[in-house]
């Protein structure tokens, strides 16, 4: 009913850039909150950036100042600009929204595919 569906990743040189997106399609009331989690190997999944449906973000403290997370709402699309790219942000990348399917219901987590991101020399 709800699929999210990632594009963007890719190979960079470190201090290089990516721009990532997830467009949100099907039947759905509203997609609320939007969020990038990543996962490296060996390492637990970790929230990089949220935005709510009315702007607000916030950011995990090792992508400050580097990362930029923003959303088309007419879109149903989400985005994450990745300047400054370092070996440590080696990951794949989830793409995670809350959608109200139905008016007076709940919100339910949606997940995209997943985006290998790989930045090395």
Request: net charge positive.
């Amino acid at each position: 009913q709800v699929q999210l569906v990632e594009s963007g990743g890719g190979l960079v040189q470190p201090g290089g850039s990516l721009r990532l997106s997830c467009a949100a399609s099907g039947r759905f009331f509203s997609v609320n909150a939007m969020a990038w989690y990543r996962q490296a190997p060996g390492k637990e999944r970790e929230l990089v950036a949220g935005i709510t449906s009315g702007g607000r973000t916030n950011y995990v403290d090792s992508v400050k100042g580097r990362f930029t997370i923003s959303r088309d709402n007419a879109k149903n699309t989400v985005y994450l600009q990745m300047n400054s790219l370092k070996p440590e942000d080696t990951a794949v990348y989830y793409c995670n929204a809350a959608v109200l399917v139905y008016y007076g219901s709940g919100s339910h987590d949606y997940w995209g595919q997943g985006t290998q991101v790989t930045v090395s020399s």
